[in-house]
């Protein structure tokens, strides 16, 4: 189990820092920062930046993506915010609206 | 376990934390935390944040208030600086705390209409206090202005006494 779940019918509005990976299912506002793998699943809404070593999302985003190794976009997904990867995999069924860097 | 929140020990979270379910705490909070289900703080925790929750579970170190409508327990190793709220409180063998209790159902109305009828009650008992001081102090004033009438006349009769020259006339006398 991860070490840190924010689960369903859970709001977290503020910074969150951690060197942890992350999984969310609820609601996160404001900005994380993970220095392992943060999963965003589906039902879950992030209006948040995100910093994180890799980054795989099946639920709403709305913010900036970063990523030192990779971003993986489910189907299902809906990102709304520019991604910064080494490494972006947008599957069949994903949404995503704005601009990729990477590192090219 | 799926609807529990976990905030693991690594994590340093500044905000809030609001929503139905459970919540364990195990690592950094700066906020405040509303939650309509259990709250258990870890025992590596560092809370700093006043805590809403049916029940509260505390077993590390939190500074902020804790209301738990079902009730607020501090087991061994729980160190707590602030106000305990509850239904029932229970503190173990171990735990600290520095702050006021409050027990009982509905502890949170019942402490604030207290604070209402102590607050309603206070001046109503000063003011007769401050009435005779009013008085007292209307009395002695011009008590203190008949003195200050009657003290000038005293002194005369000593002031000629030591006269200029009537010491050395005394002395002249003994001798």
Do not use: C, Y
């Not at chain 1, 859970?10 to 999984?23: K, R, W």
């Not at chain 1, 506002?29 to 965003?40: C, E, F, Y």
């Not at chain 2, 309509?36 to 944040?49: H, S």
């Amino acid at each position: 189990m991860a070490s840190t779940v924010i689960s369903q019918g859970i709001t977290i509005e503020g910074e969150l820092t951690t060197e942890d990976d992350v999984v969310i299912e609820g609601t996160l506002r404001g900005k994380l920062v993970s220095k392992d793998t943060v999963k965003v699943e589906t039902g879950a809404v992030v209006e948040a930046d995100i910093a994180a070593s890799s980054l795989s999302v099946g639920g709403q985003i709305t913010g900036n993506v970063t990523a030192t190794d990779r971003v993986d976009l489910m189907a299902g997904a809906r990102l709304i915010g520019d991604v910064k990867a080494a490494r972006l995999t947008i599957a069949d069924g994903a949404s995503f609206k704005g601009n990729v860097d990477m590192d090219v | 376990m799926a609807d529990v929140t976990v905030i693991g020990q690594g994590i340093f979270l500044r905000g809030s934390i609001r929503g139905d379910g459970d919540v364990e705490i195990r690592g950094r909070i700066e906020g405040d935390v509303e939650v309509a289900g259990e709250v258990t703080i870890g025992e590596a925790a560092l809370v700093k944040a006043d805590i809403q929750a049916r029940r509260i579970v505390v077993r590390g170190a939190v500074a902020g208030n804790l209301t738990g409508e079902d009730g607020v327990r501090l087991e061994e190793g729980a160190r707590v600086v602030g106000d305990l709220r509850g239904a029932g409180i229970g503190i173990a063998e171990g735990a600290l705390l520095h702050g006021n209790v409050q027990t009982g159902t509905g502890g949170a109305e019942r402490g604030r209409a207290r604070q209402a009828t102590r607050e309603a009650r206070q001046p109503a008992r000063v003011e007769p206090r401050k009435t005779p001081a009013v008085a007292a102090k209307g009395n002695s004033s011009p008590r203190k202005e008949k003195a200050a009438e009657e003290r000038p006349a005293p002194p005369p009769p000593v002031v000629p006494v030591l006269k200029k020259g009537s010491r050395a006339a005394l002395r002249k006398r003994s001798r």
